[in-house]
């Protein structure tokens, strides 16, 4: 009876060392034969999402950062600024074109194209609408900007001309220009501009010493610091400041994340691989 019972016990055991090392040999053949497809999918995926960042870059926040520049370049004074008095009148005289123009159109982010050699590449929509997914504090960032922009551009706009045909009024009066020297009269107004909005001579060297030698300076800062001047510029130079300051912000954050060389952050649907 004992002697049985011990073979019983060694055949039972034996027969699970066997179905232990039947599992054993069963799960390494399918870890061998797994791991490099394991390792072959974990690669394609880190693949799709570096080209899905790539595109991302350049389809749309590089083309974000160009309509970044594209609004910045309707606040910026500088010494190529020049402003002809006739235009600008049958802009204002207008009136078709004044209920027909919408100017928030000129100042849009995400209304932007670039060149690439003879290729021109437009805001990818869909690669737009999928910063969601990735980086959605960039949305909530251009959409801040974008609605004080649009809420505000209209009303510089209009200021603005307002003031560039005051200056030109002002100046005409005040310094002697003849009829076929108008182009010098649009310089003494870019000075008055730079005056108004640069206080750093060091922004327009050139017209500060062109207006200093030809002793036009002195009469331009008598002229834009009259009151009825101050009460047009103050409130444009706020709207700038403010814009500039957000515009430059937007700029530095899409550049961080293009910048960015490691991996794209967040799920999408397009990196199903």
Request: with cysteine; charged share 25%.
């Amino acid at each position: 009876m004992g002697t049985d019972f011990s073979w019983n016990a060694s055949l039972v055991f034996s027969i699970a060392s066997l179905a232990i090392s039947v599992i054993a040999i069963v799960m390494s053949s399918l870890i061998a034969w797994t791991s490099p497809h394991r390792s072959e999918k974990i690669k394609k995926t880190s693949q799709a999402r570096q080209i899905h960042f790539d595109k991302i870059k350049k389809n749309c926040l590089e083309l974000l950062v160009n309509g970044v520049d594209n609004v910045t370049s309707h606040f910026r004074i500088d010494e190529s600024t020049l402003y002809g008095k006739q235009s600008l009148l049958d802009l204002m005289n207008d009136r078709e074109l004044k209920e027909t123009m919408d100017v928030k159109l000129w100042v849009s982010i995400i209304n932007s194209s670039s060149s690439y050699g003879n290729e021109m590449i437009f805001l990818d929509n869909v690669l737009y609408n999928d910063l969601d997914n990735h980086y959605p504090e960039i949305k909530k960032q251009i959409g801040i900007v974008q609605k004080y922009i649009d809420e505000s551009y209209p009303i510089y706009h209009e200021k603005f001309n307002v003031l560039v045909l005051k200056l030109f009024d002002e100046l005409e009066r005040s310094i002697n220009v003849q009829q076929n020297e108008q182009n010098k009269i649009s310089m003494t107004v870019a000075v008055a501009l730079n005056c108004i909005f640069h206080d750093d001579i060091k922004r327009w060297p050139n017209l500060y010493n062109v207006s200093s030698k030809n002793g036009t300076l002195p009469v331009i800062k008598e002229i834009v610091n009259k009151p009825e001047i101050t009460e047009l510029t103050n409130p444009l130079k706020e709207i700038s400041k403010k814009s500039l300051s957000l515009l430059s912000d937007l700029r530095n954050s899409l550049n961080q994340i293009i910048r960015y060389e490691g991996e794209l952050k967040g799920k999408c649907n397009y990196l199903q691989v």
